[in-house]
T-cell receptor
Framework: NAGVTQTPKFRVLKTGQSMTLLCAQD?????MYWYRQDPGMGLRLIHY???????AKGEVPDGYNVSRLKKQNFLLGLESAAPSQTSVYFC?????????????FGAGSRLTVL | AQSVSQHNHHVILSEAASLELGCNYS??????LFWYVQYPGQHLQLLLKYFSGDPLVKGIKGFEAEFIKSKFSFNLRKPSVQWSDTAEYFCAVSKPNTGNQFYFGTGTSLTVIP
C-alpha cells in the first residue's frame, strides 16, 4: 500500500518555466489537497478537491492551477514559475466524512525557482 | 482573522525533560484538532487527534494533548522526551462540513539534546 505518492521529488526551474506536480493516492480517498511549506510559515493550503472533477481555492492559490480528472490523481501546475514559488510542496488526502478526518501526506516535492 | 497559533517556534530540551507545546485556535463552533509531526527528512505523520469525547487524548510515542474548549487550546505534552523526538510539530484544526479544510499552525521545532 503506497499511500500518497508525489512526483517529482526535486525540481529546479528557471523563472517563467512551467511544470506540473503529480499526486497519486491508492486509498480511494475523496479529498485531496496541495500545501506549500515555507520556513516560519508552516503549511499553507494552495488548492483542494472534494471529489473527482472538483477543485477549490485554498489560502494561497495565486500562480497555481489544479486538476482532478481522476479520483486517485491531483495535479498541481505552475504556468509561469516565480522565485516566490520556491518551496516544498506536500500533497495530502483524506477520506470522505468528518468521522475519518485525518490527512495522509506524501513525501513532498522540493521546487527551486531560479 | 481566524488562525492557529503556536507560540513556541523553537524549543531545546535535554533528554528526560518534560515537554509542553502550546496551540491556540480562533475558530468557533465544532472543530477537529490534530498534532502532526515531521521528523527530519520525512513527511508529516499524525501524532494524535481529537474529534469528541474525553478532552485528554493519547497519541503515539507517549504523547498526549488536552483540549480546553474555554481556552481554545490543544496543548501537546510528553513527560520525558527522547533524542528521537527531535522534529517539527504542527498543530492543525479542521472544520467539519467546510470541504474538510485543515488549518495549520506555523510549527514548533523541537531539538532534544542527548
Amino acid at each position: 500500500n503506497a499511500g500518497v505518492t508525489q512526483t517529482p521529488k526535486f525540481r529546479v526551474l528557471k523563472t517563467g518555466q512551467s511544470m506540473t506536480l503529480l499526486c497519486a493516492q491508492d486509498m480511494n480517498h475523496e479529498y485531496m489537497y496541495w500545501y506549500r511549506q515555507d520556513p516560519g510559515m508552516g503549511l499553507r493550503l494552495i488548492h483542494y478537491s472534494v471529489g473527482e472533477g472538483t477543485t477549490a481555492k485554498g489560502e494561497v492559490p495565486d500562480g497555481y492551477n489544479v486538476s482532478r480528472l481522476k479520483k486517485q490523481n491531483f495535479l498541481l501546475g505552475l504556468e509561469s514559475a516565480a522565485p516566490s514559488q520556491t518551496s516544498v510542496y506536500f500533497c495530502a488526502s483524506s477520506p470522505y466524512g468528518s468521522g475519518a478526518n485525518v490527512l495522509t501526506f506524501g513525501a513532498g516535492s522540493r521546487l527551486t525557482v531560479l | 482573522a481566524q488562525s492557529v497559533s503556536q507560540h513556541n517556534h523553537h524549543v531545546i530540551l535535554s533528554e528526560a525533560a518534560s515537554l509542553e507545546l502550546g496551540c491556540n485556535y480562533s475558530y468557533g463552533g465544532t472543530v477537529n484538532l490534530f498534532w502532526y509531526v515531521q521528523y527530519p527528512g520525512q513527511h508529516l505523520q499524525l501524532l494524535l487527534k481529537y474529534f469528541s469525547g474525553d478532552p485528554l487524548v493519547k497519541g503515539i510515542k507517549g504523547f498526549e494533548a488536552e483540549f480546553i474548549k474555554s481556552k481554545f487550546s490543544f496543548n501537546l505534552r510528553k513527560p520525558s522526551v527522547q533524542w528521537s523526538d527531535t522534529a517539527e510539530y504542527f498543530c492543525a484544526v479542521s472544520k467539519p462540513n467546510t470541504g474538510n479544510q485543515f488549518y495549520f499552525g506555523t510549527g514548533t521545532s523541537l531539538t532534544v539534546i542527548p
